[in-house]
């Protein structure tokens, strides 16, 4: 018999009669061995990191057993989503409670009742030969309280991933494995690892104080903290065990190496956001508590012939000019091992699903076939813009198939039907030239967003009504742009309202669209804004959206050990005198450091853009959506921005720019970016 510790609810532990034991550790030792790594020397052995968590679909807080005795079932699981992923391409995540509910009338043993990777877990996956979504009906984790109340015929099998065979093996770490050295048990758990497969680790305490340890040890140490299992597990006596998913190591610091382990006790209160924690790779892999500590097997499963069915790209999107047609076309690709039908058909409507009313300006050829495995067919998409308005409309292409994993596909298509000439001031900005906030530069362009080009024509600036200046626009050919400034102009009364018109009358043809031809700008005396920014020891990535009155770096930055910025002429980091409101800076302390800017509140700005990256800044006070950057050519901006997190080391990415924070942004051509 098999008990699960109820004693703790968050922290259950196995311990297995010695029967039962006997029969784990004998499925151990009969599993086939994993290749064994070359025998190197530590010395030798090459250091590095691997992580194979990117392949592994899970919510830390929901990736919790509670007071269920199930640890080695999501070890397992674990495992198989694993190589499903690896092996597939399907990341998707897989039931627990589909073997915690149907495994005893298979292999006979209870629910939330402990168990083991090469005993009970193959023995139930080897009999059902599949495993199912989380998703499916039923198939949540649902005995985080140990109730076993879920009847297996509740739980839905349709849709599932077949597995044509499944196979624990044990990776040789243990003196009677015909390991001599710790290094050799390294050497084969990281070349199991490195070859794209989860290692299931289980371990054995010798007694309640040493369980209560590593409890205490996952409640109160955070993830960057390494664990010493060899003083936890070592002892003359066994008190219980717990299975754990090893998901990567790093050994690149010689003096901390560490396998990366993930458990199935949620998150800790937020201590584990990620659900991780780390064990010292210099350990005994010999170690006794009775019988040996540690355990290190994986999975050798494969998945069963079906088709899968692939497209690219996942969505289409062109423009096309008034009553012409343009052409776009996407690759269906049979990635299973059993034929693929399908079939291709089109809809306007909101919630696309098949049977939908045709789209009548869609067309695609061919609209169905039959293809065998690895065979690739395209298929040519037809947009017809006759008799359609200017502007942009959306569709839907919906592709069935006969594969049981994803037996629709829908492919978003959005097409921009373009008037053959439409110009349209793009941008229109009021920059200020001093610290008083009392003068500004008007800054403008003008953009052909049709598909034919303009002919020369006149843009005119008005000030509270008054015109103030005409610029002759020569022909633009379509996406060119015509960009100009105006002043300086002394603010009146606080307040000045700007207006830009192109005057397209008996002068541009064909103008497909006067709707857009002009476009207006409220400029009121800027705001005196204050900014703190709390800089943290290491490399800060920042922005200060100000008009200084002494802007130098020395006076903005007085603690800073360096600061840099990008310059993307010369594509190197160069060091700046002056701190700019529209430029971000990495800026490098020792330790937290506060500082505080008082200036003139810089609301908007627009850089001239070369092709390739920029380190920009967002503007005073407001998230700027960054999704649709405003940019003269459109599209010139991808829209997207990275920033650097400094606590995971690493660069997220955003669609969102936020004040006082440095981006990263790319340009594809020389264009016009208005932050406003």
């Given at each position: 018999m098999v008990e699960a510790d109820a004693g703790q609810e968050y922290f259950p532990a196995m311990h297995p009669d010695d029967e039962t034991l006997e029969r784990w550790l004998r499925s151990y030792d009969l599993a086939p061995m994993a290749t064994a790594a070359?025998?190197?020397?530590?010395?030798?052995?090459?250091?590095?990191?691997?992580?194979?968590?990117?392949?592994?679909?899970?919510?830390?807080?929901?990736?919790?057993?509670?007071?269920?005795?199930?640890?080695?079932?999501?070890?397992?699981?674990?495992?198989?989503?694993?190589?499903?992923?690896?092996?597939?391409?399907?990341?998707?995540?897989?039931?627990?409670?589909?073997?915690?509910?149907?495994?005893?009338?298979?292999?006979?043993?209870?629910?939330?009742?402990?168990?083991?990777?090469?005993?009970?877990?193959?023995?139930?996956?080897?009999?059902?030969?599949?495993?199912?979504?989380?998703?499916?009906?039923?198939?949540?984790?649902?005995?985080r309280n140990a109730g076993c109340n879920v009847a297996c015929g509740t739980i839905a099998t349709e849709p599932y991933y077949p597995i044509g065979d499944i196979a624990a093996v044990t990776v040789p770490t243990h003196a009677s494995e015909g390991v001599l050295s710790d290094e050799a048990a390294?050497?084969?758990?990281?070349?199991?690892?490195?070859?794209?497969?989860?290692?299931?680790?289980?371990?054995?305490?010798?007694?309640?104080?040493?369980w209560s340890q590593f409890t205490s040890f996952w409640l109160t140490k955070g993830e960057e903290v390494v664990c010493d299992l060899d003083a936890i597990c070592s002892g003359t006596g066994r008190w219980g065990g717990h299975a754990v998913l090893c998901v990567g190591y790093d050994d690149s610091d010689p003096d901390n190496p560490y396998w990366?382990?993930?458990?199935?006790?949620?998150?800790?209160?937020?201590?584990?956001?990620?659900?991780?924690?780390?064990?010292?790779?210099?350990?005994?892999?010999?170690?006794?508590?009775?019988?040996?500590?540690?355990?290190?097997?994986?999975?050798?499963?494969?998945?069963?012939?079906?088709?899968?069915?692939?497209?690219?790209?996942?969505?289409?999107?062109?423009?096309?000019l008034q009553n012409r047609t343009e052409q776009m076309s996407f690759a269906i690709e049979n990635?299973?091992?059993?034929?693929?039908?399908?079939?291709?058909?089109?809809?306007?409507?909101?919630?696309?699903?098949?049977?939908?009313?045709?789209?009548?300006?869609?067309?695609?050829?061919?609209?169905?076939?039959?293809?065998?495995?690895?065979?690739?067919?395209?298929?040519v998409v037809t947009v017809d813009a006759s008799g359609l308005a200017a502007g942009n409309r959306e569709a839907s292409i919906l592709i069935c198939s006969n594969d049981p994993t994803s037996s629709t596909v829908t492919l978003p298509v959005t097409v921009t039907v373009r008037p053959a000439a439409d110009l349209a001031p793009a941008i229109l900005c009021a920059e200020w030239q001093n610290g008083e906030g009392d003068t500004y530069i008007v800054r403008f362009a003008i953009v052909n967003e049709g598909g034919e080009t303009a002919e020369a024509s006149v843009a005119r600036l008005f000030i509270d009504g008054a015109e103030v200046a005409s610029y002759d626009v020569p022909a633009l050919d379509p996406d060119g742009v015509y960009a100009n400034t105006y002043g300086p102009v002394l603010?009146?009364?606080?307040?000045?309202?700007?207006?830009?018109?192109?005057?397209?009358?008996?002068?541009?043809?064909?103008?497909?669209?006067?709707?857009?031809?002009?476009?207006?700008?409220?400029?009121?005396?800027?705001?005196?804004?204050?900014?703190?920014?709390?800089?943290?020891?290491?490399?800060?990535?920042?922005?200060?959206p100000l008009r200084l009155t002494d802007p130098t770096t020395a006076a903005v930055f007085p603690a800073a050990e360096a600061v840099y910025t990008w310059n993307p002429a010369s594509k190197s980091y160069v060091v700046p005198s002056v701190i700019q409101p529209d430029r971000a800076y990495w800026v490098a302390v020792l330790?937290?450091?506060?500082?505080?800017?008082?200036?003139?509140?810089?609301?908007?700005?627009?850089?001239?853009?070369?092709?390739?990256?920029?380190?920009?800044?967002?503007?005073?006070?407001?998230?700027?959506?960054?999704?649709?950057p405003q940019d003269a050519p459109a599209d010139s901006v991808e829209g997207f921005a990275y920033r650097w997190n400094l606590s995971s080391r690493a660069y997220d990415l955003c669609s969102a720019l936020e004040s006082g924070s440095g981006y990263w942004i790319a340009a594809s051509e020389e264009c016009l970016l208005e932050i406003s």
């Amino acid at each position: 018999m098999v008990e699960a510790d109820a004693g703790q609810e968050y922290f259950p532990a196995m311990h297995p009669d010695d029967e039962t034991l006997e029969r784990w550790l004998r499925s151990y030792d009969l599993a086939p061995m994993a290749t064994a790594a070359p025998q190197v020397t530590m010395s030798d052995a090459p250091a590095g990191s691997l992580d194979l968590l990117s392949h592994l679909s899970y919510v830390p807080s929901e990736r919790s057993q509670g007071s269920c005795g199930n640890c080695w079932a999501w070890a397992g699981t674990g495992c198989m989503e694993i190589a499903l992923d690896v092996q597939t391409g399907i990341y998707d995540r897989l039931s627990v409670q589909y073997i915690n509910s149907c495994q005893y009338p298979i292999t006979g043993n209870p629910c939330c009742d402990g168990g083991w990777l090469s005993y009970d877990f193959v023995g139930f996956y080897d009999a059902t030969r599949m495993c199912i979504p989380w998703s499916n009906t039923n198939a949540s984790w649902q005995d985080r309280n140990a109730g076993c109340n879920v009847a297996c015929g509740t739980i839905a099998t349709e849709p599932y991933y077949p597995i044509g065979d499944i196979a624990a093996v044990t990776v040789p770490t243990h003196a009677s494995e015909g390991v001599l050295s710790d290094e050799a048990a390294i050497a084969n758990i990281k070349s199991v690892l490195d070859s794209g497969r989860a290692v299931w680790f289980a371990f054995f305490v010798s007694s309640t104080s040493a369980w209560s340890q590593f409890t205490s040890f996952w409640l109160t140490k955070g993830e960057e903290v390494v664990c010493d299992l060899d003083a936890i597990c070592s002892g003359t006596g066994r008190w219980g065990g717990h299975a754990v998913l090893c998901v990567g190591y790093d050994d690149s610091d010689p003096d901390n190496p560490y396998w990366v382990m993930l458990n199935s006790w949620g998150t800790a209160g937020g201590v584990r956001p990620n659900g991780l924690f780390r064990v010292d790779m210099d350990m005994d892999y010999d170690t006794t508590c009775l019988t040996y500590a540690f355990y290190w097997q994986t999975l050798d499963v494969s998945f069963g012939i079906q088709p899968r069915i692939g497209v690219s790209p996942t969505s289409l999107s062109c423009s096309v000019l008034q009553n012409r047609t343009e052409q776009m076309s996407f690759a269906i690709e049979n990635r299973g091992d059993a034929e693929l039908t399908f079939t291709v058909a089109d809809t306007e409507s909101d919630t696309p699903a098949p049977g939908d009313q045709d789209c009548p300006w869609l067309s695609e050829s061919p609209d169905g076939g039959t293809m065998m495995p690895a065979e690739e067919e395209h298929v040519v998409v037809t947009v017809d813009a006759s008799g359609l308005a200017a502007g942009n409309r959306e569709a839907s292409i919906l592709i069935c198939s006969n594969d049981p994993t994803s037996s629709t596909v829908t492919l978003p298509v959005t097409v921009t039907v373009r008037p053959a000439a439409d110009l349209a001031p793009a941008i229109l900005c009021a920059e200020w030239q001093n610290g008083e906030g009392d003068t500004y530069i008007v800054r403008f362009a003008i953009v052909n967003e049709g598909g034919e080009t303009a002919e020369a024509s006149v843009a005119r600036l008005f000030i509270d009504g008054a015109e103030v200046a005409s610029y002759d626009v020569p022909a633009l050919d379509p996406d060119g742009v015509y960009a100009n400034t105006y002043g300086p102009v002394l603010l009146s009364d606080g307040q000045d309202e700007l207006t830009l018109q192109v005057d397209t009358e008996d002068d541009v043809s064909p103008e497909g669209n006067e709707s857009n031809n002009a476009l207006l700008q409220s400029v009121g005396t800027p705001e005196t804004g204050h900014i703190e920014l709390v800089l943290a020891p290491g490399w800060n990535m920042v922005s200060v959206p100000l008009r200084l009155t002494d802007p130098t770096t020395a006076a903005v930055f007085p603690a800073a050990e360096a600061v840099y910025t990008w310059n993307p002429a010369s594509k190197s980091y160069v060091v700046p005198s002056v701190i700019q409101p529209d430029r971000a800076y990495w800026v490098a302390v020792l330790e937290e450091t506060p500082v505080a800017v008082e200036g003139l509140a810089v609301t908007e700005y627009v850089s001239d853009l070369d092709p390739g990256w920029h380190m920009l800044g967002s503007v005073f006070g407001a998230t700027v959506m960054f999704e649709d950057p405003q940019d003269a050519p459109a599209d010139s901006v991808e829209g997207f921005a990275y920033r650097w997190n400094l606590s995971s080391r690493a660069y997220d990415l955003c669609s969102a720019l936020e004040s006082g924070s440095g981006y990263w942004i790319a340009a594809s051509e020389e264009c016009l970016l208005e932050i406003s």
